[in-house]
């Protein structure tokens, strides 16, 4: 239902440090929605980047624009005029057919993927489990979790919630995994409270092919406590890898990640829809990057006993959507357009999905 129907028009003065100066009582109230003052920096991100390269380029700059100031969705047309030629002068901000409209209700399940997606990227501790909870890989990058990855290294195939102390619970065992999910709990060794995630492979079913397992601490570890033992020199080149340069590599990506879906997901503000769509590569680039740095470490558990690789149901069509995505940043700079072709009865496929994006 739209909250405001009639069209209004608001004028504005920013200085040249891009502070709104003067406003009409529309802006002046989206502006202070916005967490702005007035006098104060221009609030609305999406009108401050109109006004930025207008007072910049001293050009005279006119489009339609939206924002979301935390409650509604405004949107208009606006006019900046730069005052005179002096680059010491602000602009003038003429918004015309001012509309205000109740936001939209938010995707529940996009935004469970996209927390789902964070708490991925940022977790510390991550592990593959069979549909028991035995721990078939496990895979720590912080100093204070070493112990936590020994004592299971040291007993393979055991149940990953036996090395953990489960907060709020009576026992650690024969519990579901929705119980566990988002359970917190304390890890020998790390004074840090942690949160457990489970995420089913093969979808929500009620039979799971298997989990992923994510500890996401709650803060992150004192730089000024003690690093990481260095890993052993070992003959086996995947094990290096996998001890060595995989975590030194995965934290930077990790941060990345998160950023980006933060951005994405406009947790951190209001944001034009292409610079989110663009957030949302850099992601799927990101998670892919992560996949396969995975992989390194993966090499040596291959042949492990009791390793069966995943038959979880592809969607090929999306497979090439987030595919053309990921290519989709570069290939503008080349003059190429990646064009999806047809998509009508396009089959289910059984696999990885992961496989399947480096294949693409």
């Not at 015309?96 to 991925?120: F, G, H, K, Y």
Request: hydrophobic letters at 40%; charged letters at 25%; one cysteine or more.
């Amino acid at each position: 239902m739209e909250r405001s129907t009639k069209s209004l028009t608001a004028r504005g003065i920013t200085d040249d440090r891009d502070r709104l100066v003067t406003a009409d009582d529309p802006l002046a109230d989206l502006q202070q929605r916005c967490g702005g003052t007035l006098p104060g920096i221009l609030a609305v991100p999406e009108l401050l980047q109109i006004v930025q390269q207008g007072r910049r380029m001293r050009l005279k700059i006119s489009r339609e624009f939206s924002a979301f100031d935390g409650d509604t969705l405004v949107s208009g047309f606006v006019r900046v005029h730069p005052l005179g030629l002096d680059e010491g002068e602000g602009c003038e901000v003429l918004i015309e057919n001012w509309q205000s409209r109740a936001a939209p209700v938010p995707n529940t399940r996009l935004i469970a993927q996209r927390v789902d997606m964070i708490d991925r990227a940022c977790a510390e501790v991550v592990g593959r489990l069979d549909v028991d909870q035995r721990v078939q890989i496990i895979q720590s990058s912080a100093a204070d979790t070493a112990s936590f990855e020994s004592a299971i290294t040291q007993n393979p195939r055991s149940v990953w919630s036996d090395h953990v102390t489960l907060e709020g619970m009576e026992s650690n065992r024969a519990l579901h995994w929705r119980l566990l999910d988002g359970a917190r709990c304390r890890i020998e060794g790390s004074n840090r409270p942690w949160r457990v995630r489970l995420l089913p492979i093969g979808g929500q079913s009620a039979a799971p092919n298997g989990f992923e397992l994510f500890l996401v601490a709650d803060y992150p570890l004192d730089p000024h406590e003690s690093a990481p033992e260095e890993p052993d020199v070992d003959l086996d080149h995947t094990k290096l890898i996998g001890a060595a340069l995989t975590p030194v590599l995965k934290r930077p990506i990790a941060r990345v990640i998160a950023n980006a879906e933060t951005i994405r997901a406009r947790l951190a503000g209001p944001l034009r829809a292409e610079y989110s769509h663009y957030a949302g590569n850099i992601a799927s680039a990101g998670q892919l990057l992560s996949g396969l740095l995975d992989d390194l470490s993966y090499l040596e558990v291959v042949e492990a006993e009791n390793f069966a690789s995943l038959g979880e149901p592809v969607d090929l069509l999306d497979a090439a959507r987030r595919a053309a995505g990921i290519l989709g940043v570069r290939t503008p700079a080349k003059s190429i357009e990646i064009v999806l072709g047809p998509s009508e009865d396009i089959p289910q496929a059984a696999g990885e999905i992961r496989r399947v994006l480096q294949i693409l």
